[in-house]
């Protein structure tokens, strides 16, 4: 493992959401330029004026402010690599106008299949049809997913590749989810080779990440082994098994949190991800009352019972389990099934819940996995779609004070791979000229910055060396909206993964 002195460095004053170094000793005073001396890929001292031991490298901080490393809790690692590759529908405001953009990309390369991303139609005044799709796409293979990955809007040649009935609808929710590994038979590889993982995985070095939990859809047990052997080893990796391929990781006696065999001592074992409602979007996301002017509710994606079924197997399998739940009625239900089993884990967004959930997450010790950024998605279709119930909405102040672990994430691509905009968004809760939305449900910059560490406070003897070396101090002064623009602008010097250097811009 390597090792280096790290000299004069500002250490961030990070509190610890758990206890990350069993009796390690307390970090030293914060503000005071130090040296910090990584010996094996971990902090073995820090203080003033520090000896290098002799072969070990040292690199000068110049009175930067050192932090532990980042981590992004929820991740479509595949999907995010792709997305650089593909046609971007952010912002669209109707479906002639998705299909103009469509029609343009379509000039520009006139062959191959078009795959797209990020239009959000909930909020298009009428919703898009296969029939005029295929009027402007002829015999090309066209798939657009919305921006939440909930649905696609698919032409009839591409759904043929797919291999799915023909229909004058999106592909949505359970039918797309099956329908998404299929997408290379359509698309090619689309930018998913072990180079494209390394660019991807050096582009969140460059921010400070030094971990991801990747939850992709299609994950098999070779599928990390494979990138790690073609040179695809950067930052640590928790890879996520879901419904449709667990049995191969459990036939492996993979445990959460053991290597990954074939990998590296970087990459390991994650949650069973079960997706039990659907999104806000797609108004599928299952919640105790009517969306406005819909007379529905969402709908869960699986039966109470088999839910508590796939927890109890986890829990047998020593698995930890990452539910996905953003209405109310799904948090409940997830809740309802964690008590009952004893399974261990987290709820995945937590977009719209009760306080009595929140405390009740507290009491069974269920972590809360949140993307903030979709806040600054989601305002106005929740004001639309739950007018009666924003203040519900990504309710961060109550998950913190009534001491749940908050953990943060980006669910890229459904909002960008970067640390510091979802903790800017966790702060302030707008990224316009608007009021913060519902600014009682803020975090402060000292608490966004604990739920970005993997539980790690301040960098102390006894840490790994997975470290994020800061052009700015991280903890601004001034309003939320100051404190907000200072964390998006953020530069990082440097990135160790383990004491190794993952990214260096000194």
């Given at each position: 493992?390597?090792?280096?002195?790290?000299?004069?460095?500002?250490?961030?004053?990070?509190?610890?959401?758990?206890?990350?170094?069993?009796?390690?000793?307390?970090?030293?005073?914060?503000?005071?330029?130090?040296?910090?001396?990584?010996?094996?890929?971990?902090?073995?001292?820090?203080?003033?004026?520090?000896?290098?031991?002799?072969?070990?490298?040292?690199?000068?901080?110049?009175?930067?402010?050192?932090?532990?490393?980042?981590?992004?809790?929820?991740?479509?690692?595949?999907?995010?690599?792709?997305?650089?590759?593909?046609?971007?529908?952010?912002?669209?405001?109707?479906?002639?106008?998705?299909?103009?953009?469509?029609?343009?990309?379509?000039?520009?390369?006139?062959?191959?299949?078009?795959?797209?991303?990020?239009?959000?139609?909930?909020?298009?005044?009428?919703?898009?049809?296969?029939?005029?799709?295929?009027?402007?796409?002829?015999?090309?293979?066209?798939?657009?997913?919305?921006?939440?990955?909930?649905?696609?809007?698919?032409n009839s040649v591409g759904l043929r590749g797919l291999r799915l009935p023909a229909r004058d609808g999106?592909?949505?929710?359970?039918?797309?989810?099956?329908?998404?590994?299929?997408?290379?038979?359509?698309?090619?590889?689309?930018?998913?080779?072990?180079?494209?993982?390394?660019?991807?995985?050096?582009?969140?070095?460059?921010?400070?990440?030094?971990?991801?939990?990747?939850?992709?859809?299609?994950?098999?047990?070779?599928?990390?082994?494979?990138?790690?052997?073609?040179?695809?080893?950067?930052?640590?990796?928790?890879?996520?098994?879901?419904?449709?391929?667990?049995?191969?990781?459990?036939?492996?006696?993979?445990?959460?949190?053991?290597?990954?065999?074939?990998?590296?001592?970087?990459?390991?074992?994650?949650?069973?991800?079960?997706?039990?409602?659907?999104?806000?979007?797609?108004?599928?996301?299952?919640?105790?009352?009517?969306?406005?002017?819909?007379?529905?509710?969402?709908?869960?994606?699986?039966?109470?019972?088999?839910?508590?079924?796939?927890?109890?197997?986890?829990?047998?399998?020593?698995?930890?389990?990452?539910?996905?739940?953003?209405?109310?009625?799904?948090?409940?239900?997830?809740?309802?099934?964690?008590?009952?089993?004893?399974?261990?884990?987290?709820?995945?967004?937590?977009?719209?819940?009760?306080?009595?959930?929140?405390?009740?997450?507290?009491?069974?010790?269920?972590?809360?996995?949140?993307?903030?950024?979709?806040?600054?998605?989601?305002?106005?279709?929740?004001?639309?779609?739950?007018?009666?119930?924003?203040?519900?909405?990504?309710?961060?102040?109550?998950?913190?004070?009534?001491?749940?672990?908050?953990?943060?994430?980006?669910?890229?691509?459904?909002?960008?791979?970067?640390?510091?905009?979802?903790?800017?968004?966790?702060?302030?809760?707008?990224?316009?000229?608007?009021?913060?939305?519902?600014?009682?449900?803020?975090?402060?910059?000292?608490?966004?910055?604990?739920?970005?560490?993997?539980?790690?406070?301040?960098?102390?003897?006894?840490?790994?060396?997975?470290?994020?070396?800061?052009?700015?101090?991280?903890?601004?002064?001034?309003?939320?909206?100051?404190?907000?623009?200072?964390?998006?602008?953020?530069?990082?010097?440097?990135?160790?993964?383990?004491?190794?250097?993952?990214?260096?811009?000194?």
């Amino acid at each position: 493992m390597p090792s280096f002195l790290l000299r004069e460095a500002r250490l961030v004053p990070v509190r610890a959401n758990t206890a990350s170094v069993p009796g390690a000793p307390e970090a030293p005073p914060t503000g005071v330029p130090l040296d910090v001396l990584v010996i094996d890929g971990r902090v073995v001292e820090i203080g003033e004026h520090l000896q290098a031991p002799r072969g070990v490298a040292e690199h000068r901080a110049d009175g930067r402010w050192l932090m532990p490393g980042l981590w992004d809790q929820h991740v479509h690692l595949g999907q995010w690599t792709m997305v650089s590759q593909r046609l971007d529908l952010t912002g669209t405001r109707s479906v002639e106008d998705a299909l103009d953009r469509l029609t343009r990309r379509m000039a520009e390369a006139p062959a191959g299949p078009v795959i797209g991303w990020g239009h959000r139609s909930a909020s298009w005044s009428r919703q898009p049809t296969v029939r005029e799709l295929d009027a402007v796409t002829g015999d090309r293979p066209v798939v657009l997913i919305s921006g939440d990955g909930h649905h696609a809007w698919v032409n009839s040649v591409g759904l043929r590749g797919l291999r799915l009935p023909a229909r004058d609808g999106v592909v949505a929710e359970g039918e797309w989810f099956q329908a998404y590994p299929r997408l290379s038979d359509v698309a090619g590889s689309d930018g998913t080779g072990p180079d494209a993982y390394l660019r991807t995985l050096r582009e969140a070095a460059a921010k400070g990440i030094t971990g991801l939990v990747d939850l992709e859809f299609d994950q098999s047990l070779s599928a990390w082994p494979e990138r790690e052997a073609a040179g695809a080893e950067l930052l640590r990796i928790r890879v996520g098994a879901y419904i449709d391929t667990v049995a191969e990781f459990v036939a492996a006696g993979m445990h959460t949190g053991e290597l990954l065999p074939g990998c590296g001592p970087l990459v390991t074992m994650g949650p069973l991800k079960i997706i039990s409602d659907g999104s806000l979007n797609t108004r599928t996301a299952w919640c105790c009352s009517p969306y406005a002017g819909e007379g529905g509710t969402g709908a869960p994606n699986l039966s109470g019972e088999s839910l508590r079924s796939l927890l109890a197997h986890a829990r047998s399998h020593d698995l930890d389990v990452a539910v996905h739940a953003i209405g109310d009625a799904a948090v409940r239900e997830a809740l309802g099934a964690y008590e009952e089993t004893g399974a261990v884990g987290s709820i995945e967004h937590a977009q719209l819940m009760s306080r009595e959930d929140s405390r009740t997450m507290a009491r069974l010790g269920i972590r809360a996995s949140v993307q903030p950024a979709h806040l600054l998605d989601d305002r106005d279709l929740s004001e639309s779609f739950w007018p009666d119930r924003t203040d519900r909405c990504f309710a961060l102040r109550w998950l913190h004070d009534d001491g749940v672990d908050v953990v943060f994430g980006s669910d890229a691509p459904v909002s960008p791979l970067d640390p510091w905009d979802a903790m800017a968004a966790a702060v302030h809760r707008s990224a316009d000229d608007r009021e913060p939305w519902h600014p009682e449900q803020a975090l402060s910059v000292h608490e966004a910055l604990a739920a970005s560490t993997d539980g790690l406070g301040t960098v102390a003897v006894g840490h790994p060396a997975d470290l994020a070396l800061l052009d700015a101090d991280p903890l601004p002064g001034g309003s939320s909206s100051e404190q907000a623009k200072a964390l998006r602008a953020m530069t990082v010097a440097a990135t160790w993964v383990g004491g190794r250097l993952a990214h260096l811009d000194l």
